[in-house]
């Protein structure tokens, strides 16, 4: 349904997304996970052309949506997708939502021209749970919980019945346990709704209870990608790796679970060769000449590192 | 550097020169009177023509700029004088310290200041030095906030604490760590204020209780070549020119500083 | 709402009082009492006249006395009577006041109506040639001395042109027009001192519209609106203009009392008899009682434009709760 091909972002001088590809199927829920900065959220934003075009802007790449190529679309097109096909969930959502209109007009907005009733807005705000706090009252954004906005968020992405839906790092500015519910709701939408989702986040659990299949970003890069069983099993990049191990999960509480060491690389100044190879464990005097291809290591199974195959 | 500074300050720069050196650059005494040639046209002889008195204008805008830029300076100085004084007693000792200050800050705003200047002229002696002060008393409060909220802002650092440890004195605190650190801002303000200050002295030297004549200054020529309007446009058109293009280069280095500023 | 209204209005007492002192200190800080300057600089003024100042301020009387007498008075606005033809002070502001406030709203109009759309133009449009061209515009109109700035306009369009009249607020056969005559009449005189008054007030608002509407247009919830599919037009002019406007109503509040004290320069130059020009001609007469009024008077004008903006500001956003 959804398909990018050697999609590249350049920010001023950096080149911040340097060629990925990624495809999503209907009904599946694709994850995207790296640490922040490394351009996931670009690569969704440019999913519709949202980019900011005083920032910067798309260079060289292709996007198909129903085979339809969306960067040749003109504004007027481009609307037509925008919010109605493919919609956003973002971070913030307190300085996602307009502090100045209320609930309703931000969410009647959000539905199609037609279609803009008073019971489609109830019938919505139902379906994330907030009928009894909305209501028909005018309530303001800032009157709402940083939980309630974000279901206010995931109302206005839902409320059209897109077909894909792109959630940037939905729970991650919420406390712990409104995270949770968050996750019960958008999973409990994506059933009813047979969403298809791209979901962005730095945390690979998050990702691992929803998603079908996984990509995992580094500096710009799509560095792994498989089907969930076999990232969790068997990852192939010494990055991913890297973030599972990084998960203080049940399992390995008793061991000590360790971060990655080091930083991110800045777009600025990347490495040369493998571009997590001043940080990989692993590496070996190969790593520093040439950055590697996303080969396969089965069928469904790709990663960007010239040890794939002998790392278990 | 960027380009605000750079042409702010070469306009800057030429005024100063031209208040400097004065009286090599003015081509006649700015208090000569000539009754032959009154209200000639600019001419080579008189570059920006006489005035009613037969007075060369050029000589007499250059001695003015002189007075324009002494009360503007000094005027801001005083200004910025009694804001950081106050601005920082207010945001070092908070409390009720603090609570009059700013209340007194409040209380000065609601005066529209041209009125309060005016006011206090009709009591005192207009005059130069009376202008400067005037001015001066009349327009500090904005560095007086500005230093307030810098203090506040900088009282918490852990070298203020480091000072406080090895016991020095609250001035020695205030003076040596905490308005140096509090200065960018102060500055774009002042450059500012000067601009402002031109602005008012030659507002009040125009409506004839500034500056005084025969003392030259660009308001009361302005004045002078309103009495004389459609007959002598370089007597309106010159003075106001300098005012004109002074104010602007004061307003382009200040915007050229805090752009600078806010970049690092 | 009405609550918050009194609210306000309690929290202006203390202001009102610093005001008071200011104004009384004002009279006292004279080298020498107002009654010495006062025959020192205008023989107009008799010896019974340093008299009538002297009961005026109760200069005989203790610091203190003085100031609880003054501030009594200030309550009922009594200013006492002018030096100059003896009228009480504040019906001779009262008369002067609607002209200066008219002139003054009709330049908050124009200025709000011009400046707003530089400004949102320039923000849209940033770094294009059109706002670099409207941001020169800005810096020239700030550095515009009014003076200077009336001076050309009166010599051009008045004298040399001879298009519009330059002084006053009526032409000397005013009684004889009709009623729209009349209208036409005042109209062509406030032209210049409309457009003067508005033109540096134009400079300040664009610029700070521009500021509001560009940080506006980096906000988190233009990129949702955008991402809902609405257009460019929705966009900007729904969901950021309204966002980048509210500010404006405090800004038009900050600038009362530049504007009134900007209203002696005009006044005076054009001839307008407003409370800017009464205050001009009371400070060459020394006409302290009209002085001191018209100063508490422009101070109170200034609190009351604070007011409003508070309250307006209020109104209009949502995020300032009211109880």
Redesign the interface.
């Known amino acids: 349904m959804l398909e990018i091909k050697g999609l590249k972002v350049r920010y001023g001088a950096n080149e911040v997304v340097r060629g990925v590809d990624l495809a999503i199927k209907k009904g599946e829920c694709v994850g995207l996970v790296g640490e922040s900065g490394c351009g996931k959220t670009t690569v969704g934003l440019a999913t519709t052309k949202l980019i900011d075009a005083r920032k910067g802007g798309i260079t060289s790449g292709r996007i198909f949506f129903e085979d339809r190529d969306v960067l040749g679309l003109d504004a007027e097109d481009l609307r037509k997708i925008r919010g109605r096909r493919i919609s956003y969930v973002f971070q913030e959502p307190s300085s996602s939502l307009n502090p100045v209109f209320t609930v309703h007009e931000q969410l009647r907005e959000a539905l199609p021209e037609k279609d803009r009733a008073e019971k489609a807005i109830s019938r919505i705000l139902a379906d994330v749970g907030l009928e009894k706090i909305v209501g028909k009252k005018q309530v303001y954004p800032h009157e709402l919980s940083g939980g309630m906005q974000q279901r206010v968020m995931i109302a206005m992405a839902v409320a059209p019945e897109p077909d894909l839906l792109i959630l940037d790092e939905p729970t991650t500015a919420l406390d712990v346990s409104v995270q949770k519910q968050i996750l019960e709701l958008i999973a409990e939408l994506k059933e009813k709704m047979r969403l298809s989702i791209l979901f962005i986040s730095h945390d690979l659990r998050i990702v691992f209870s929803m998603a079908d299949r996984i990509e995992v970003m580094y500096a710009g890069r799509i560095v792994e990608s498989g089907l969930k069983k076999d990232i969790v099993s068997e990852p192939r990049h010494p990055y991913t790796k890297g973030l599972i191990n990084s998960i203080p999960s049940m399992k390995n509480r008793k061991k000590k679970f360790e971060a990655i060491e080091g930083k991110a690389p800045l777009f600025s100044d990347l490495p040369q060769g493998c571009k997590f190879h001043p940080r990989c464990g692993f590496r070996i005097e190969k790593c520093m000449e040439k950055e590697p291809a996303l080969e396969n290591v089965s069928d469904s199974h790709f990663a960007r590192c010239v040890r794939a195959k002998e790392l278990l | 550097m960027n380009r605000l500074i750079i042409s702010g300050s070469i306009i800057v720069l030429f005024f100063a020169g031209l208040a400097l050196f004065a009286p090599l650059l003015a081509p006649y005494d700015p208090g000569m009177i000539d009754i032959d040639n009154i209200l000639t046209s600019p001419s080579g002889e008189h570059l920006l023509g006489t005035d009613s008195l037969g007075r060369d204008l050029l000589s007499r805008m250059v001695y003015g700029t002189r007075i324009s830029l002494l009360v503007g300076l000094i005027a801001v100085g005083i200004s910025a004088f009694i804001g950081v004084i106050l601005g920082s007693l207010a945001g070092y000792y908070g409390k009720w310290v603090d609570a009059l200050i700013m209340r007194f800050v409040d209380v000065m705003l609601c005066f529209p200041t041209f009125f309060l200047i005016l006011a206090v002229i009709a009591l005192l002696e207009p005059g130069i030095v009376n202008i400067m002060i005037i001015i001066g008393v009349t327009s500090w409060m904005g560095v007086a906030r500005l230093i307030r909220a810098e203090i506040l802002s900088l009282k918490e650092r852990d070298f203020i604490y480091a000072e406080k440890a090895i016991g020095a004195s609250d001035f020695r605190i205030i003076t040596r760590h905490l308005i140096p650190n509090a200065m960018g801002p102060v500055l774009v303000s002042v450059t500012l204020g000067v601009a402002a200050a031109i602005l008012v002295e030659s507002s009040l030297s125009f409506l004839g209780i500034g500056v005084q004549p025969p003392t030259p200054s660009w308001g009361n020529i302005l004045s002078e070549g309103k009495s004389v309007m459609g007959a002598a446009w370089w007597m309106l058109f010159f003075p106001g020119l300098a005012i004109f293009i002074t104010v602007l280069g004061y307003n382009l280095l200040g915007e050229g500083i805090r752009e600078n500023l806010l970049k690092t | 709402m009405i609550k918050y209204i009194f609210r306000r209005l309690i929290s202006m007492v203390?202001?009102l009082f610093?005001?008071t002192?200011?104004t009384f200190t004002?009279?006292h800080?004279?080298?020498g009492k107002?009654t010495d300057?006062e025959t020192q600089f205008n023989p107009k003024v008799s010896l019974e006249a340093r008299d009538r100042i002297a009961k005026l301020y109760g200069l005989d009387k203790p610091l203190h006395v003085q100031y609880a007498d003054w501030l009594r008075r200030m309550a009922r606005f009594d200013f006492g009577v002018s030096f100059v033809d003896s009228r009480p002070v504040m019906k001779k502001i009262s008369e002067r006041i609607p002209v200066t406030l008219g002139i003054n709203f009709v330049s908050i109009i124009l200025i709000l109506l011009i400046g707003v759309p530089i400004g949102i133009s320039s923000a849209v449009r940033?770094n294009t040639f059109y706002d670099r061209a409207m941001t020169v515009f800005v810096?020239?109109g700030?550095?515009?001395?009014?003076?200077?700035l009336s001076?050309?306009l009166?010599?051009l369009v008045g004298?040399?042109w001879g298009i519009l009249p330059v002084s006053g607020l009526k032409s000397l056969e005013f009684e004889r027009l009709g009623l729209l005559e009349k209208i036409m009449d005042v109209s062509r005189h406030l032209v210049l001192p409309v457009f003067v008054s508005a033109f540096a007030g134009l400079a300040g608002i664009s610029r700070y519209m521009r500021t509001n509407m560009v940080q506006v247009l980096?906000?988190?919830?233009i990129?949702?609106?955008?991402?809902?599919?609405?257009?460019?037009r929705?966009v900007i002019y729904k969901?950021a203009l309204?966002?980048a406007l509210?500010p404006i109503v405090t800004i038009l509040g900050l600038s009362v009392?530049?504007l009134?004290?900007?209203s002696?320069?005009f006044e005076?130059?054009f001839s307008i008899p407003g409370m800017g020009r009464l205050?001009?001609e009371?400070?060459?007469s020394?006409d302290?009682p009209v002085?001191?009024g018209?100063?508490v008077i422009?101070?109170v004008l200034?609190?009351l434009g604070n007011l409003l903006a508070d309250v307006s500001y209020a109104a209009v956003?949502?995020?300032i709760k009211l109880e």
């Open positions: 203390p202001l610093g005001i002192i200011i004002v009279i800080i004279a080298p107002p300057m940033e810096f020239i700030f550095a515009m001395p009014t003076i200077w001076l050309i009166m010599d004298v040399r980096r906000q988190n919830y990129r949702t609106a955008r991402a809902k599919g609405l257009s460019e929705e969901h309204k966002n509210l009392p530049g009134i004290g900007g002696v320069i005076s130059i205050f001009y009371s400070v060459m020394r302290y002085i001191m018209v100063l422009g101070a200034t609190l956003d949502p995020r």
